[in-house]
């Protein structure tokens, strides 16, 4: 299953594709720098960079800055990554920014329910403004 991040939630986003992940299903999601975190933007951005710095550099724990490990990172919180299911599912993940050569040809869905047009205010920040603000270099 091709999913296409763009204006969708990242925590919806993440529970389906966790959810289908065990179930044996292989997901590839596509435009990761697109999805968004609902919340006021300065509010996001702080929690980002306290998980950033939060720990010592060489004992971890270790937290992404590119927008597809993030969006990765956020599905892995939501599987049962110590137990082997969980550690298969993960396994069964890929993220991407943009959308891959290999992929293009194919149809990407998208989640109704993950829409960012559900909010009722407009408060959200996309994972692509995030890792800019915390130091991913592309």
């Given at each position: 299953?091709?999913?296409?991040?763009?204006?969708?939630?990242?925590?919806?986003?993440?529970?389906?594709?966790?959810?289908?992940?065990?179930?044996?299903?292989?997901?590839?999601?596509?435009?990761c720098?697109?999805?968004?975190?609902?919340?006021?933007?300065?509010?996001?951005?702080k929690?980002?960079?306290?998980?950033?710095?939060?720990?010592?550099?060489?004992?971890?724990?270790?937290?992404?800055?590119?927008?597809?490990?993030i969006?990765?990172?956020?599905?892995?919180?939501?599987?049962?990554?110590k137990?082997?299911?969980?550690?298969?599912?993960?396994?069964?993940?890929?993220?991407?920014?943009?959308?891959?050569e290999?992929?293009?040809?194919?149809?990407?869905?998208?989640?109704?329910e993950?829409?960012?047009?559900k909010?009722?205010?407009?408060?959200?920040?996309?994972?692509?403004?995030?890792a800019k603000?915390?130091?991913?270099?592309?």
């Amino acid at each position: 299953m091709i999913i296409d991040a763009t204006n969708l939630i990242v925590g919806r986003l993440a529970t389906v594709a966790a959810k289908k992940a065990l179930l044996g299903e292989k997901i590839e999601i596509v435009n990761c720098e697109k999805a968004v975190v609902t919340g006021k933007r300065d509010a996001v951005i702080k929690s980002y960079l306290q998980k950033i710095h939060r720990g010592v550099p060489s004992q971890g724990p270790y937290f992404p800055k590119f927008s597809d490990r993030i969006v990765r990172r956020v599905i892995r919180g939501m599987l049962p990554y110590k137990q082997e299911k969980g550690r298969k599912a993960y396994e069964r993940i890929m993220c991407y920014l943009s959308v891959p050569e290999n992929l293009k040809d194919q149809k990407a869905e998208t989640i109704k329910e993950a829409n960012v047009s559900k909010l009722p205010n407009l408060k959200y920040v996309t994972i692509g403004d995030i890792a800019k603000q915390i130091g991913a270099k592309r």
